[in-house]
């Protein structure tokens, strides 16, 4: 909570250094003792360890999305698109995401305290219990998602989730959540029901995001923008700029100029995510 705190204060005043020494200083001690709380729970688990354990990885997971190394220049009003991970030749450029996916799994290393641990930590975010299962449905089928997306995504009916094989199923339920959250009402449970697109990220996805496929920066785009909608302080300058990032590296490669159906395709697709990013600036 102290790490938030100086995070929050710092993107106000972001020139006084004293804050972004705070902010380093405590969380780093919060890596610390996240560590060994999760080395104890290995050894001798408990509900109100997992709980805290749960909590505090979400915690760190909004410091983890609210700081990143373009933020090192104080006087930039407008965030530079190319200073983003993806224009980046860094190796690492994506561990920040890699933490964010990594909540879930963690969970389900937790299988026994797993559907406590949710019900517990959804009270705290939005004031009423989310049952496990809530959106499990979703992947499972393609009722809602636009045929134009089904054609451009590759999708396919199937009622084997999220565990399917494919370049398309890699897709799938990043493309599904969305199609379903993309217009949901403005509120703190919605919220909640939109940041669960990063715990159905599955390794084939993140790898693809990694190599820049365009379609999975589509998806990412989106969900960027979905979320700028929130005006969440800890979300927006990261999701401003690698909005505008995705944008710009989209645009970069020609992708309407495809011959034939693929041509057509992105220039529905790259209208409909400019559309959803002009909504979310304005």
């Known amino acids: 909570m102290l790490a938030l705190t100086a995070t929050h204060i710092r993107q106000q005043v972001p020139a006084h250094r004293p804050h972004r020494i705070a902010e380093l200083f405590h969380r780093s001690l919060a890596l610390e003792k996240y560590r060994e709380q999760l080395q104890a729970l290995k050894h001798v688990p408990d509900q109100n360890g997992v709980n805290s354990l749960f909590i505090s ?3 760190l997971n909004l410091l983890t999305f609210a700081h990143h190394e373009s933020e090192g220049l104080p006087t930039q009003k407008t965030k530079d698109p ?4 993806l224009f980046s030749p860094r190796e690492d450029r994506l561990n920040w995401l890699v933490l964010q996916t990594g909540l879930r799994p963690l969970m389900l290393s937790m299988n026994e305290y797993f559907t406590e641990g949710v ?3 959804s009270m705290v ?3 009423k219990y989310t049952d496990r299962w809530t959106f499990a449905h979703l992947i499972e089928s393609l009722e809602g998602v636009p045929d134009h997306w089904v054609e451009f995504f590759g999708l396919v009916s199937s009622n084997r989730g999220c565990e399917c094989s494919g370049l398309g199923d890699a897709y799938r339920a990043p493309a599904t959540i969305l199609a379903t959250v993309g217009h949901l009402e403005l509120s703190r449970y919605n919220l909640f029901r939109n940041l ?3 715990g159905k990220l599955q390794g084939d996805f993140h ?5 820049r496929d365009e379609r999975a920066l589509w998806l990412f785009g989106y969900w960027l923008a979905i979320m700028l909608r929130y005006g969440l302080w800890w979300c927006e300058s990261r999701a401003k700029q690698d909005l505008e990032a995705i944008w710009k590296w989209l645009h970069m490669r020609r992708l309407v100029h495809k011959q034939g159906r693929e041509g057509e395709l992105w220039t529905i697709m790259l209208e409909e995510l400019e559309d959803m990013k002009k909504f979310s600036l304005s």
Not at 207 to 211: A, E, I, K, N
């Open 196 to 198: 669960l697109f990063l």
């Open 82 to 85: 190319e200073s983003s991970w």
């Open 125 to 127: 975010f939005t004031g």
């Open 207 to 211: 790898s693809l995001v990694y190599q």
């Open 57 to 59: 990885a979400t915690f």
């Open 119 to 121: 019900k517990f930590a």
